[in-house]
């Protein structure tokens, strides 16, 4: 590829969460080497992962129809581990009933939202949340009470709510969106306590999106899965900064599919929290160099 500026947006690679559940769950293993390991749900959203942790013998089960309390009837006995989006305390009682030994490999920052959320309904809160539905984070604190309200977009916002109110959200959500429904929220209900909860490693990631909009970037890549809802936002970001083109993809292979011509372009690079580092390099690679080597799945973790 010819006369191309290759930009590393950084951070790269997993974040502090995603790393302590991954790590989680390899020592599981080794502790246990004959035991039967189940993860309720993706421990975290790449696809990658799963197929390396499904390589060592840790099996994910996972149907979007089904509420993290549904799927947890499908484990008949052994290790379960919670993944690091966070779980209900339900979800606790109903793996004691059922005999299961369970490792919890939520996210610190999730498990503080949790906190906050717990602290303010016994205060007497109705609380707007944030987030995205079925997504298991989010499941996680609009399950905990009927006085929990989801907010996705402004018209999900109650009417007429005469209870005090507290305000916070899900931790991998835009931070232009956020503001927007904060906003909202804000001049209808001006006596609202808000609480924002976007975690460090979503919040610097799209604030490097947004500081490329000058910088006459012709092409985004966000490598990450399409079910990662911070990869998700961080293609969001980068179509509102202006970039041109902004492609997801999972993996080098996934990005020349498009056969796109990349000489003499301006090409910026970034991932998601959960995407690992490796299959970031790879396409570094490809870039840098227009050679790649053979897929590792070794690697990845």
């Keep these: 590829m010819k006369n191309n500026t290759i930009i590393e ?28 390991i189940t993860i309720l749900g993706n421990l975290v959203h790449n696809e990658y992962v799963k197929k390396a942790l499904s390589a060592m013998e840790i099996h994910t089960i996972e149907d979007p129809k089904k509420t993290r309390l549904e799927l947890l009837e499908d484990v008949p006995s052994g290790i379960v581990i919670f993944t690091a989006h966070g779980v209900a305390p339900a979800l606790y009682e109903r793996a004691k009933e059922k005999g299961l030994v369970v490792y919890d490999a939520s996210c610190p ?34 399950t905990l009470s009927d006085a929990v309200f989801l907010i996705e977009k402004e018209a999900d916002i109650p009417q007429d709510i005469e209870n005090k109110i507290f305000v916070t959200n899900q ?43 000058d910088q006459a970037i012709d092409l985004l ?40 011509d990349l000489n003499e372009q301006k090409i910026a690079i970034t991932s998601g929290a959960s995407t690992p580092k490796y299959l970031t390099d ?9 050679t790649d080597e053979p897929f590792d799945l070794k690697k990845v973790l």
């Design 109 to 142: 920052f999730v498990l503080q939202t949790q906190k906050i959320v717990q602290e303010k309904l016994k205060e007497g809160y109705s609380i707007f949340y944030i987030g995205k539905n079925h997504h298991p984070e989010a499941e996680s604190i609009y």
């Design 9 to 36: 947006v950084t951070p790269q690679g997993f974040c502090g969460g995603v790393m302590k559940a991954i790590q989680i769950a390899k020592e599981v293993r080794i502790q246990h080497p004959e035991a039967t």
């Design 221 to 260: 890549i966000v490598v990450g899965d399409p079910n990662s809802n911070n990869t998700n936002k961080l293609a969001s970001i980068g179509k509102k900064a202006g970039i041109p083109q902004v492609l997801l993809v999972q993996t080098l292979q996934e990005l020349k599919s498009y056969n796109l």
């Design 171 to 213: 931790t991998t959500m835009s931070t232009l969106e956020i503001q927007e429904l904060f906003d909202a929220i804000e001049e209808r209900y001006p006596n609202a306590l808000f609480n924002n909860e976007i975690c460090n490693a979503t919040r610097i990631r799209q604030e490097a999106i947004l500081k490329l909009k």
């Design 282 to 290: 790879q396409i570094v690679q490809y870039l840098k160099t227009n």
